[in-house]
């Protein structure tokens, strides 16, 4: 076999491996969602836990979705989900948006 042939086969293989293998970020939202409300179903508050409306893209793999608790006091957080290619969740981020108890500043 030509050396050269080879070496464009084998290049055109690898720099498609991956590119074929990657999940389009839309079917991951999914599995991203699950794991924004398992993460705030481990804090303290009480309640129902689901998430609220659609997550948006925040960076090329990352969704930011809006995580509501409806129980005895109403919270929101805000959950930053980063994927991985084959849609796999390698970091997580949330804060709390809102405060239950007033402000008392």
Not at 14 to 40: D, F, M, R
Not at 60 to 69: H, I, N, S
């Amino acid at each position: 076999m030509n050396p050269v042939l080879f070496l464009a086969v084998a290049f055109a293989a690898a720099a498609i491996g991956p590119a074929a293998t990657a999940e389009p970020i839309a079917a991951c939202v999914p599995v991203a969602a699950h794991a924004a409300t398992t993460l705030i179903e481990r804090g303290p508050a009480i309640g129902q836990v689901y998430v609220s409306g659609r997550p948006f893209l925040w960076g090329p793999r990352d969704l930011r979705f809006e995580v509501d608790v409806f129980g005895p006091q109403t919270y929101v957080y805000g959950v930053d989900v980063t994927l991985d290619d084959a849609c796999k969740v390698v970091a997580m981020n949330s804060w709390l948006e809102n405060n239950p108890y007033g402000n008392h500043w």
